[in-house]
Nanobody, 117 residues
């Protein structure tokens, strides 16, 4: 089971850091990622990170603002989100990925991020 935390209500331009942890996986052996789903829209890929943490991938609209990382000692994955804007409002999900950065069906319950003035 994947467990996300760190969502909230923030104003445009603010930052948030999302966390994802689990007792069922060892993050140093798994490719992981973040997806998001806004109301009325399909779930979309946000960022992914390889098992070792050496390789990352981002959707174009967040590349310069979001950073995905892992803390192996804490078995936790993070998504640092800076310069948030209302278009970032969504439920954010942690996911287990394959080596092609595609989801394999293991998801967290999601954490709500709302960006509003």
């Amino acid at each position: 089971q994947l467990v996300e935390s760190g969502g909230g209500l923030v104003r445009p331009g603010a930052s948030l850091r999302l966390s994802c942890t689990t007792s069922d996986l060892t993050f140093s052996r798994d490719t992981m990622g973040w997806f998001r789903q806004a109301p009325g829209k399909e779930r979309e890929f946000v960022a992914g990170i390889s098992a070792s943490g050496d390789s990352t991938m981002y959707m174009d609209s967040v590349k310069a603002r979001f950073t995905i990382s892992k803390d192996f000692a804490k078995n936790t994955m993070y998504l640092q989100m800076n310069s948030l804007n209302p278009e970032d409002t969504a439920v954010y999900y942690c996911a287990l990925l394959n080596n092609n950065f595609d989801p394999v069906g293991l998801w967290g319950q999601g954490t709500q991020v709302t960006v509003s003035s």
